[in-house]
């Protein structure tokens, strides 16, 4: 059996999650398994050993004042599901212009509202999943990584880790992240999975509750 840990971009899976399902509710009790299923199957094409998943790590960001309630629920329903860790942080706003082509302008405040503009953006999350990728892999603690995102920018994470001989697993969603698809060792669209992950109507809500309020 061979040492898994799945690596989990939560943003950058669950808005389009949100928009290929409707909104529709997921049920993250089943998306492990689903997942290192789908790895599975990837290594049954070449008659390789089975994945053992040890640990599924998701990572997330928040952004104070505004999400209230998935930071509850990343922390009191998510990280006390067996065998995930969530690594939640807080996303830092940052005031922002929009420049316009056009007259060559700066629009500092928000036309409807006169707020500033501005983002919040979540670079800490992706520092954090190259950081666990490559120090989880020199320490030895597994043989496969399963990384679920379409982020181009994992690029040079994975590259050095297939040169050290570990396996990455990419789940990506179809018509995204090609770049980071094809350079893995093997890869699943979860859009296959999209039924089993459907939580059933009627059952008790564990899908985070929020929607598309992030940042990719």
Request: net charge positive; with cysteine.
């Amino acid at each position: 059996m061979l040492r898994t840990r799945l690596f989990i971009d939560y943003w950058n899976f669950h808005i389009d999650w949100q928009k290929r399902t409707g909104s529709a509710p997921l049920d993250w009790t089943q998306v492990p398994s689903i997942f290192i299923q789908a790895a599975n199957e990837q290594f049954a094409k070449v008659g390789s050993e089975r994945l053992s998943l040890d640990e599924t790590r998701v990572y997330a960001s928040y952004e104070p004042g505004h999400s209230g309630k998935l930071r509850n629920w990343l922390h009191n329903f998510l990280d006390r599901q067996p065998g995930i860790r969530v690594f939640a942080t807080e996303r830092h706003w940052r005031q922002r212009s929009i420049h316009c082509r056009e007259c060559n302008g700066e629009v500092v405040n928000c036309p409807s509202c006169s707020k500033p503009l501005g983002r919040a953006g979540e670079k800490t999350v992706d520092a954090r999943i190259v950081t666990d990728l490559v120090n989880l892999a020199w320490e030895g603690v597994y043989d496969v990584a399963v990384l679920v995102t379409s982020d181009k920018d994992f690029k040079p994470a994975v590259d050095a880790l297939q040169n050290r001989n570990f396996k990455v697993v990419n789940g990506h969603w179809r018509g995204t992240g090609h770049e980071l698809a094809t350079l893995c060792w093997a890869s699943f669209e979860i859009d296959h999975y999209i039924s089993p992950l459907t939580r059933p109507s009627g059952a008790p809500a564990n899908s985070g509750g929020q929607k598309n309020t992030g940042s990719r």
